[in-house]
């Protein structure tokens, strides 16, 4: 059986969480500890990260899974980029304590772990993000900041933790666009207008927080990554 096989199973395994049987691929068939998917670029420890797996997460890093080389997928995307955008704030946490300097990594979008955390109203890994140093006005490639990504997204706390970090509320994108213009809704842009308000009077930001529907909300955009469902393997009959 080729090694091709081998490192799907090995993906499969790492999906479904069987650490015990993720070690077995790594020893006995000597498959490298990153193994990359072919179609994506993912290494495994993307895909325990994205089905929150964080024992295999754990036993990767403190194997050294990117103690060489920083992992990458085929559209720049980081790990933190992914346990940000699957919600996965433990294994954010483990992570960047081990490898800081990525908080200033960009994917292919221009995108830093910080607008993808705000796209995903992840404000603990925000909050950590900015305490470590991330800009809080870095534009994406568009020259959308973390803000207007939060204004689109109708994230009225995230909203507030931005510009009470420093986030500026009239700067423009690519197509002269302010937060304001983005604005997920009629309240979003009100709460924004109400903590800038704050800010130029010199007042407390005020708190708010909308209970919003997902039918009204739009996906959220992916981060150019295919992952496969964990499937049922007897992965006994390969050893």
Same mark, same amino acid.
């Given at each position: 059986?080729?090694?091709?096989?081998?490192?799907?199973?090995?993906?499969?395994?790492?999906?479904?969480?069987?650490?015990?049987?993720?070690?077995?691929?790594?020893?006995?068939?000597?498959?490298?500890?990153?193994?990359?998917?072919?179609?994506?670029?993912?290494?495994?420890?993307?895909?325990?990260?994205?089905?929150?797996?964080?024992?295999?997460?754990?036993?990767?890093?403190? @194997?050294?899974?990117?103690?060489?080389?920083?992992?990458?997928?085929?559209?720049?995307? &980081? #790990? /933190?980029? +992914? *346990?940000? !955008?699957?919600?996965?704030?433990?294994?954010?946490?483990?992570?960047? @304590?081990?490898?800081?300097?990525?908080?200033?990594?960009?994917?292919?979008?221009?995108? &830093? #772990? /910080?607008? +993808? *955390?705000? !796209?995903?109203?992840?404000?603990?890994?925000?909050?950590?993000?900015?305490?470590?140093?991330?800009?809080?006005?870095?534009?994406?490639?568009?020259?959308?900041?973390?803000?207007?990504?939060? *204004?689109?997204?109708?994230?009225?706390?995230?909203?507030?933790?931005?510009?009470?970090?420093?986030?500026?509320?009239?700067?423009?994108?690519?197509?002269?666009?302010?937060?304001?213009?983005?604005?997920?809704?009629?309240?979003?842009?009100?709460?924004?207008?109400?903590?800038?308000?704050?800010?130029?009077?010199?007042?407390?930001?005020?708190?708010?927080?909308?209970?919003?529907?997902?039918?009204?909300?739009?996906?959220?955009?992916?981060?150019?990554?295919?992952?496969?469902?964990?499937?049922?393997?007897?992965?006994?009959?390969?050893?």
């Amino acid at each position: 059986m080729g090694d091709e096989i081998y490192q799907h199973l090995l993906r499969g395994a790492v999906a479904e969480g069987n650490l015990f049987q993720v070690k077995r691929f790594i020893t006995r068939k000597g498959l490298p500890l990153q193994c990359p998917d072919p179609t994506n670029g993912w290494p495994i420890l993307f895909y325990a990260m994205r089905y929150a797996q964080n024992e295999i997460v754990m036993f990767l890093l403190e @194997a050294g899974h990117d103690a060489r080389e920083i992992s990458k997928d085929f559209a720049n995307n &980081t #790990a /933190l980029m +992914v *346990a940000a !955008e699957y919600k996965n704030e433990e294994a954010f946490m483990a992570y960047v @304590a081990q490898y800081p300097q990525t908080i200033f990594c960009t994917n292919d979008e221009g995108k &830093t #772990a /910080l607008i +993808v *955390a705000t !796209e995903r109203g992840m404000n603990g890994i925000i909050q950590t993000l900015i305490d470590m140093g991330a800009d809080v006005n870095a534009p994406d490639s568009t020259g959308s900041t973390p803000l207007h990504h939060a *204004a689109a997204w109708g994230y009225f706390d995230t909203i507030t933790l931005l510009i009470a970090c420093g986030a500026h509320y009239n700067v423009k994108n690519a197509r002269g666009w302010t937060p304001f213009d983005w604005a997920y809704s009629v309240e979003t842009r009100d709460h924004l207008q109400e903590c800038a308000t704050a800010v130029a009077e010199k007042k407390p930001i005020p708190t708010g927080h909308i209970a919003r529907s997902s039918s009204g909300i739009p996906k959220s955009p992916s981060i150019s990554a295919f992952t496969p469902q964990p499937q049922k393997i007897d992965l006994r009959t390969f050893f």
